[in-house]
């Protein structure tokens, strides 16, 4: 039964957990910068924003995976709900910031981190979980059960 | 000066400004309907949600434009505050849920509410906003400034 022994090892290394504090030194943000800019905040800013996302309870998960071995995070993705007046007083999910650390592609990770985002946001009552992508990934989230639905559009200040 | 009043006139007959509980009863429910599936709620939920926002201060801002004969909600949308981790703890504003009457087209009131919402954004020290529209839609928004950047995806609950 060695397959399944080994399948469920996998499982168990590459959990999707929600972030704590202490991922900071596990190198979270050097992960964000595979993403975007990212520069390097003090643990006290780090802090600040990390409260500031748990006084949000549900309405505001961040979703990790650690690398058992390496301690290091290697997968991240959020999720925040919107809470609307339309579809009688619903709520929407919104995926944001999902990367997979360039070293452990092919390992499903990512897809780990949507599910994981996606069924935070059914668990909680929305009706719809929305995300933003370019063209080149568009082909991974409809394996994830994702359909092409508007353009996105956006304006930047800085 | 004739066209100097008149200008400052519908200035001030169709300024932005936030949701108030009493819009309830001016239509705010009915125009939304114009937008999307807005089943009618009880007085209560409405409360409970437009008190949800509240509490969340200037990371949740619904504007409106109140027509000053009819006492009607003709314009809305909202916008919400995400706070991040990449970019220095940066802040991105989220446009939603934007919505002109279709009797009361032609009056440039879309656009006084984006700016209204990107406004509120920029105050607040987001790094950008964004939002997502149908490809019929891209036009009005590059008026307002915006660029098309990628592509929105969703999957649907129920």
């Given at each position: 039964?060695?397959?399944?022994?080994?399948?469920?090892?996998?499982?168990?290394?590459?959990?999707?957990?929600?972030?704590?504090?202490?991922?900071?030194?596990?190198?979270?943000?050097?992960?964000?910068?595979?993403?975007?800019?990212?520069?390097s905040v003090s643990d006290q800013e780090?802090?600040?924003?990390?409260?500031?996302?748990?006084?949000?309870?549900?309405?505001?998960?961040?979703?990790?995976?650690?690398?058992?071995?390496?301690?290091?995070?290697?997968?991240?993705?959020?999720?925040?709900?919107?809470?609307?007046?339309?579809?009688?007083?619903?709520?929407?999910?919104?995926?944001?910031?999902?990367?997979?650390?360039?070293?452990?592609?092919?390992?499903?990770?990512?897809?780990?981190?949507?599910?994981?985002?996606?069924?935070?946001?059914?668990?909680?009552?929305?009706?719809?979980?929305?995300?933003?992508?370019?063209?080149?990934?568009?082909?991974?989230?409809?394996?994830?059960?994702?359909?092409?639905?508007?353009?996105?559009?956006?304006?930047y200040f800085v």
């Open positions: 039964m060695h397959s399944t022994v080994s399948c469920s090892t996998v499982e168990k290394k590459y959990q999707v957990r929600k972030l704590e504090i202490s991922d900071k030194s596990k190198g979270f943000l050097e992960l964000l910068q595979q993403l975007t800019v990212c520069d780090f802090q600040n924003r990390f409260e500031e996302l748990k006084a949000c309870g549900d309405d505001r998960v961040v979703g990790v995976i650690e690398d058992e071995c390496s301690k290091k995070i290697i997968a991240t993705g959020s999720v925040f709900i919107e809470r609307k007046f339309i579809r009688s007083c619903g709520k929407a999910g919104h995926i944001e910031d999902v990367v997979v650390d360039s070293n452990a592609r092919g390992l499903q990770l990512g897809k780990k981190i949507v599910e994981f985002l996606t069924d935070h946001a059914r668990s909680v009552g929305c009706y719809k979980v929305v995300l933003y992508c370019g063209a080149r990934n568009t082909g991974f989230y409809e394996k994830c059960g994702f359909e092409q639905q508007a353009i996105n559009m956006g304006k």
